[in-house]
């Protein structure tokens, strides 16, 4: 009966957890290689922004979510998150127009961000065997 949030689950089965309880929608993206930080688009005013949700605690204490942080929050719309390999970047989505392009930013500071695609793009991930960034086109 609510907003679509951000839920966990242990993958052999389980109760379902919630994360985030919000009346914006929510969807996941990509976790930090360490696992304390989940990158997620939130729906705001018909546009998304891409949020950080720290986790606080540890394997012995136990995860807990802590309060999100909006990461890049503009007038645009941002989704799509995805960490590099070594958590360092953060690689989105962004359409300032109606055309979508891909971008990269550091994971810690937002003000550092570089276009990536420069005909369109959307849907970026890192790969995990080479030091490269993959994107879909309407091309592909």
């Given at each position: 009966?609510?907003a679509?949030?951000?839920?966990?689950?242990?993958?052999?089965?389980?109760a379902?957890?919630r994360?985030?309880?919000?009346?914006r929608?929510?969807?996941a993206?990509?976790?930090?290689?360490?696992?304390?930080?989940?990158?997620?688009?939130?729906?705001?005013?018909?546009?998304?922004?891409?949020?950080?949700?720290p986790m606080?605690?540890?394997?012995?204490?136990?995860l807990r979510?802590?309060?999100?942080?909006?990461?890049?929050a503009?007038?645009a719309r941002?989704?799509?998150?995805?960490?590099?390999?070594?958590?360092?970047?953060?690689?989105?989505?962004?359409s300032?127009?109606?055309?979508?392009?891909?971008?990269?930013?550091?994971?810690?500071?937002?003000t550092?961000?570089w276009?990536?695609?420069?005909?369109?793009?959307?849907?970026?991930?890192?790969?995990?065997?080479?030091?490269?960034l993959?994107?879909?086109?309407e091309?592909?």
């Amino acid at each position: 009966g609510s907003a679509p949030n951000l839920y966990w689950q242990d993958a052999d089965g389980g109760a379902p957890e919630r994360l985030t309880e919000n009346n914006r929608m929510q969807f996941a993206g990509s976790w930090s290689p360490d696992g304390l930080r989940l990158a997620f688009t939130e729906i705001r005013d018909g546009q998304g922004d891409v949020m950080i949700l720290p986790m606080e605690g540890d394997a012995t204490t136990g995860l807990r979510p802590g309060v999100p942080i909006p990461l890049i929050a503009t007038s645009a719309r941002e989704s799509l998150p995805a960490f590099s390999p070594d958590g360092k970047w953060l690689a989105f989505s962004k359409s300032e127009a109606s055309e979508l392009q891909v971008y990269v930013t550091s994971a810690t500071d937002p003000t550092r961000k570089w276009q990536v695609s420069i005909d369109g793009g959307n849907q970026p991930m890192w790969s995990r065997t080479a030091p490269e960034l993959l994107f879909r086109t309407e091309e592909s």
